[in-house]
């Protein structure tokens, strides 16, 4: 079964880009749509952005103007760099597959990775 | 995009049943059919329960269902267990395209 494995930096400077990788084992990148989501400590839930295997993409609107999100097919992983980052970029980030395969993206996260914890910190 | 609605927290005892619900607005919970519900437990990643509204992946118990009226989701959990206590959060399409709930806590008496 696909199985999802944040990897990073556990701490980034403030102002600084953070970039996380995941990597995907036991099913290919391809012809899925792929998500980041993250939750501060102690906190909710928050979408992050999207990408689909083709390099597709859609953000947040409130982390847009700060995100990137890349795919690299070759190496069954796919990116997240989120740039001028603060004390409020702290949180556990999750990758997770959007539910079925296929050009019209399902709407719902199965399944997660086990999450990165990543500090803001100086 | 607001965060959808849910209570702080509900609890039940051992084989009764909980409601959780999750309330939007028309721009998301009420204009389309793509809720989703995910439990999790301390220190664990969110596990899928429930997907547009009312479909339950395979492996997932069926005293776990789901429903919508207008802009209120739910997640009714029926013959509540031990393993039960955790916390919850729905997540809607919103066209941004996604919103999550602000989460509840399950406490099983």
């Known amino acids: 079964q696909v199985q999802l494995q944040e990897s990073g930096p556990g701490l980034v400077k403030p102002s600084e880009t953070l970039s996380l990788t995941c990597t995907v084992s036991?099913?290919?990148?391809?012809?899925?749509?792929w998500s980041w989501i993250r939750q501060p400590p102690g906190k909710g839930l928050e979408w992050i952005g999207y990408?689909?295997?083709?390099?597709?993409?859609n953000y947040n609107p409130s982390l847009k103007s700060r995100v990137t999100i890349l795919v690299d097919t070759s190496k069954n992983q796919f990116t997240l760099k989120l740039t001028s980052v603060t004390a409020a970029d702290t949180a556990v980030y999750y990758c997770?597959?959007?539910?079925?395969?296929?050009?019209?993206?399902?709407?719902?996260?199965?399944?997660w990775g086990q999450g990165t914890l990543v500090t803001v910190s100086s | 995009q607001s965060a959808l609605t849910q209570p702080r927290s509900v609890s039940g005892s051992p084989g009764q049943s909980v409601t959780i619900s999750c309330t939007g607005t028309s721009s998301d919970v009420g204009g389309y059919n793509y809720v989703s519900w995910y439990q999790q437990h301390p220190g664990k990643a969110p596990k899928l329960l429930i997907y547009?509204?009312?479909k339950r992946p395979s492996g997932v118990p069926d005293r776990f269902s789901g429903s919508k009226s207008g802009n209120t989701a739910s997640l009714t959990i029926s013959g509540l267990q031990a393993e039960d206590e955790a916390d919850y959060y729905c997540?809607?399409?919103?066209?941004?395209?996604?919103?999550f709930g602000t989460g509840t806590k399950v406490t099983v008496l």
């Open positions: 997540c809607s399409y919103a066209g941004t395209p996604y919103v």
């Open positions: 997770a597959r959007h539910g079925v395969g296929g050009y019209y993206v399902s709407n719902w996260f199965d399944p």
């Open positions: 036991g099913g290919s990148i391809s012809n899925y749509y």
């Open positions: 547009d509204v009312t």
């Open positions: 990408i689909y295997y083709i390099g597709t993409t």
